[in-house]
Every structure is written in structure tokens, then in C-alpha cells.
């Protein structure tokens, strides 16, 4: 399965308000969901400043906890973060 970005206001919002309560962000700080892997449970934020954060979900008990994430400033520093060291 592949990355969405059909993601609606309200599925938006639900998953907006843990990502707030479950870490260091603001809600001022999270723009907005850009996208979702469904049968990863890994969902990608819009952060106000231009970075992304991208989680995995997990589903225990109910709603959900976070597992730890991590910020890539951009896609180059993703990137070079998941380099091979035998392609350099």
C-alpha cells in the first residue's frame, strides 16, 4: 500500500490531537496531516516551520499511542540519513 493524501478535515483533526498530546508539539505547530500509510499506521505532519515528522502509530489500547520519531529538517537530510554506506 502506498502513501494517501485523501485525508479529510475531521480524520485531520483526530489525528492532529494525539500527536499533540502524546509529544513535545504544539498545536500551533502542527499544520496539518499531508499523508497516511493505512496498513502501516504511519502518518506524515506538516509542521508550521516547513519540517515533517512522520510517526508510527500504534493502536493500544485505544486511541493510540506514539512510538518515538524522528525530524528531518529536509528530504536531503532524510536522505543522507537513510543512505546506504556501500552506494557512497
Not at 3 to 11: A, F, V
Not at 24 to 35: G, H, K, P, Q, Y
Not at 62 to 71: D, G, M
Request: charged share 25%; hydrophobic share 40%.
Amino acid at each position: 500500500m502506498v502513501w494517501r493524501t485523501d485525508i479529510g478535515q475531521t480524520e485531520a483533526e483526530g489525528l492532529i490531537r494525539p500527536l499533540v498530546r502524546e509529544t513535545n508539539l504544539t498545536a500551533a505547530e502542527v499544520s496539518t496531516v499531508i499523508a497516511r500509510r493505512d496498513d502501516q499506521d504511519d502518518v506524515a505532519y506538516l509542521l508550521a516551520d516547513g519540517r515533517v515528522v512522520e510517526v508510527h502509530l500504534t493502536w493500544v489500547p485505544r486511541p493510540f499511542e506514539l512510538t518515538p520519531f524522528i525530524t528531518y529538517p529536509d528530504l536531503e537530510a532524510w536522505r543522507g540519513a537513510h543512505a546506504d554506506p556501500s552506494s557512497l
